[in-house]
């Protein structure tokens, strides 16, 4: 029994030291006023818009995209310094940045960074954060305003061409939902199908 307890709290301990990297944005006023993206080391990710939300959504980042936002934390220290500018700018929302792993958690704030490396992570979280919005929107249209499921696909192909769509994966269930069914409007079946096979040729 003994034994048991040992292996079990050994493998709590590497659970706990895991490395993970978590994105806060708290932005009254702005859509959404609120949003979190958690991403763990395997490539598994989170993203909500309510810091009480017990649902979120579950994606998963590929191995080249999650290796490169590590590396970044790398490049920052895992967040042991400041990386707010301290210039008078705009405010364009209260940031976060965290670091959870062997060293322990460490976190930093900030309103607007100068910092290269600081502000190419930045960017990765933002892509998906527009990637999940992109996603709760195509999955709105699909279920509820077929008659959009068009426009939502287009809006997903823009993306996609400005290079700003990550996890692209999650969205073929939906894309080949409307490719496949009759309910749609020709044009919409047509381009998910079309992007369906781009994003699988692309892998």
Do not use: C
Not at 69 to 95: C, I, T, Y
Not at 172 to 185: G, M, N, Q, W
């Amino acid at each position: 029994m003994r034994h048991l307890i040992l292996i079990l709290a050994a493998g709590g301990a590497l659970f706990a030291q895991t490395p993970r990297l978590s994105f806060t944005k708290s932005f009254p006023g702005s859509s959404p006023a609120f949003l979190e993206i958690t991403v763990e080391r395997s490539g598994d990710a989170m993203y909500k818009e309510d810091p009480k939300d017990e649902n979120p959504l579950k994606f998963k980042l590929s191995e080249a995209d999650s290796a490169t936002m590590f590396a970044l934390a790398d490049k920052l220290d895992h967040f042991s310094r400041p990386l707010e500018s301290g210039l008078k700018v705009a405010f364009m929302g209260a940031k976060t940045f965290r670091y959870e792993g062997p060293g322990g958690a460490k976190e930093t704030k900030f309103n607007y960074s100068e910092d290269l490396e600081a502000k190419t992570l930045l960017d990765w979280f933002e892509r998906i954060a527009e990637s999940e919005r992109a996603y709760i929107d195509l999955e709105r249209a699909v279920r509820f305003d077929k008659l959009g499921v068009n426009d939502s696909i287009l809006r997903l192909e823009v993306a996609r061409n400005q290079k700003r769509l990550i996890a692209e994966d999650q969205f073929l269930p939906f894309l080949d939902r409307v490719a496949k069914s009759e309910a749609y409007i020709n044009m919409a079946r047509t381009r998910a199908s079309a992007l369906a096979e781009s994003i699988r040729a692309s892998k």
